[in-house]
């Protein structure tokens, strides 16, 4: 293993044909890093680096499993590689564990000087765009860092919304990689609040929809479309519990009544 600038440890070094960088941190439901992570696995992505992650975060306690107190275990930053079969388009993923407790810019630095020397020249992430409703269908958002990538975005069916905020890392790399005169794309799913037992698997799957039609990769969504639907049953159930639960607590059956409310 060898260590890279930018506290990079680098244990494999693939020859990457024009790829490009995506990435994510967890964010509002987790459907960011919910969708890298199925991308990687669905890709079967080889990991080939790691980022140091000692200048970027902290720990505040220790874990205990079975009574048996663990030693200190920081968020992981890994880097994983595909390579396109037919030569055109390599990927580069990255899964952050966690968002960085501090030099956030920093962070993105060192993710796009080790981007750019395999030829990296444009950038994804991925993140949610909360909304008040849940659908099954939920649409995804585009941005992009110009507007002849907008266009690109238009043309394949995502949301252009005009102005609003992309929080954490899954923004700022994107504003760091603009700044570099860097590509920079981001998809947004629309995203509800959501039962964090659940997840959101319905807005994962969305996302990584329109990320096939970006990047031309085709890859099979059959398992997390399997989850949607599971995760929509959950929410049937969660639905008529709620109901059921708002009738015993808010009606009173007619026998139950006192004889003024009966008059």
Known sequence: MTKSPHSIDVYRRPRLNNPCLIAAWPGIANVALGAVRYLRTSLEARGFAELDPNPFF???GASIEENVILGP??????FYYWKDKRREKDLIILEGEEQPSYHGYQMATAVLDF????????VYTLAA???QQFTEQPRVWGAASEERVLEELRGHGLVLKGDFFVAGMNGLLLAVAKERHMEGIC??????????EIGNPFTSLAILESLAKVIQIDFDLDDLRDAA??????????LSQSRSDFLDQFTVSLWDRTEDENS
């Open 115 to 122: 981007a750019q020397r395999f030829g990296v020249t444009r």
């Open 58 to 60: 902290d720990i505040e």
């Open 187 to 196: 998809l947004l799913g629309e995203t509800p609040r959501f039962p964090a």
């Open 129 to 131: 765009a909360l909304v």
């Open 73 to 78: 275990r920081f968020p992981e930053s890994k």
């Open 229 to 238: 639907g599971n995760a929509h049953n959950e929410i049937d159930k969660l």
